[in-house]
């Protein structure tokens, strides 16, 4: 049964994500000889899901029992008459695949996705550095990843630092790399030399996203070089916004770079296809969702060369250090002084046919065979005996 997040694109690259692999689940359910189950966590639209599981709503005060409670009887009791666990059972599931959705202990194995583990690599962005935050997601990745049947990361980066965070063992971590959506997967030939548009940035107003440097050089390539580049920012605000906006008006740059928001799906292609090319400088990944985007509109991307940024993309980018404008710049005036015409494209085709639905589905589905004798070991439809 695959549990997933039905809530909207303004949560960012993850939405992307999940919306692929269901897609991928949807297309491939039908080739193995396993049953898979779409199930929405809460209510989902267009009938996209098999069924809809809706959250129970407990009072306060049972939260607070239930958090602090060291009772083992109260929580085998709830792992195994807590609403998703009848849930799970009336439907005879045999493993639950969290995507997107806080886990919980149920009698039923589970696997799970670790698509960063950002308060541990950089805790101190503010974003992560409140307090009740760093220790929920410590506490949650503490306690399900060792307890996850199988956990799956799209890097061998990510992988590395599960181990070496929490312990997990490496024949329990699966390397299943990001995919994404974009109906334009075949590639056209597109002359870049002389295009006027503005480079593009898309990425939530998070502090980590790292929006300054951007700034910063375009100020740079205008006092030092003469050279008048333009820059597009989409996506919501995450409280960090007002900071980049004022940082723009003193320095005189309102002309230059425009903040748009959060676009509808419509407007960011538009977007990609009149853009000069990619800009992507947040401090971290190990994976992220634009740079295929950009790679499926054959733009030039310039990236951040944070850890596992050559691992997801290879030498497609042009890299920079993100802790360094003067980096930034020189990527800059690499497209800036230079004929840039759409060249490897066999290689980027290759690249994004690895990137498909189905493909994503085919290495579940590989996982899941790997670990299928374990789960055939004993009665998953009554737990009492145990």
């Keep these: 049964m695959i549990l ?3 809530h909207g694109p303004i949560n960012g690259g993850g939405y992307y994500l999940i919306r692929s692999v269901i897609d991928g689940f949807k297309l491939g ?3 193995g000889k396993h049953e898979y189950i779409i199930v929405s966590y809460g209510k989902a639209k267009n009938n996209e899901a098999d069924f809809n599981f809706i959250p129970e709503k407990l009072p306060i005060r049972v939260i607070k029992k239930l958090i602090v409670s060291k009772s083992v009887k109260l929580q085998s009791f709830m792992q195994n008459h807590s609403k998703l666990a009848r ?5 005879n599931t045999d493993l639950v695949f969290f995507l997107g959705v806080p886990a919980q ?3 039923i194995p589970f696997v799970l996705t670790v698509w960063d583990l950002q308060h541990r690599t950089h805790p101190w962005f503010p974003e992560l550095s409140r307090e009740w935050v760093w220790q929920s997601r410590e506490s949650y990745f503490r306690k399900f990843l060792p307890r996850a049947i199988c956990v799956i990361t799209g890097t061998r980066r990510g992988k590395q630092e599960i181990k070496d965070f929490y312990g997990v063992n490496d024949s329990n971590i699966f390397i299943i790399p990001h995919i994404f959506e974009y109906k334009q997967k075949n590639i056209k030939p597109k002359n870049l030399v002389n295009r006027i548009g503005p480079y593009l940035y898309p990425a939530q107003f998070w502090a980590h996203k790292n929006h300054y440097i951007i700034v910063q050089s375009v100020k740079i390539l205008r006092d030092r070089y003469k050279i008048y580049i333009n820059v597009n920012f989409i996506g919501s605000d995450k409280g960090n916004q007002n900071y980049i906006e004022d940082l723009v008006r003193t320095l005189g740059l309102s002309n ?3 903040f748009l928001g959060f676009v509808s799906d419509k407007e960011k292609e ?3 296809k009149s853009s000069k090319g990619l800009i992507y400088s947040s401090f971290s990944g190990p994976e992220n969702i634009p740079p295929l985007e950009a790679i499926a509109f054959n733009l ?3 990236y951040a060369d944070f850890p596992g940024a050559r691992e997801q993309l290879g030498n497609i980018p042009i890299y920079f250090d993100p802790l360094n404008v003067d980096s930034l710049v020189r990527a800059l005036l690499k497209l800036e002084r230079k004929s840039i015409n759409s060249r490897n494209l066999t290689s980027k085709q290759e690249f994004l046919n690895k990137k498909t639905e189905l493909e994503y589905f085919s290495k579940f589905n590989n996982m899941i065979e790997k670990v299928e004798l374990m789960l055939s070991a004993w009665d998953r439809k009554d737990h009492s005996k145990f």
């Design 4 to 6: 997933f997040d039905p």
């Design 29 to 31: 359910r039908t080739r």
């Design 87 to 91: 849930f799970l059972n009336r439907h």
């Design 105 to 107: 202990i149920t009698n």
């Design 256 to 258: 230059q770079i425009k």
């Design 270 to 272: 538009k977007l990609y």
């Design 300 to 302: 030039p991307i310039i």
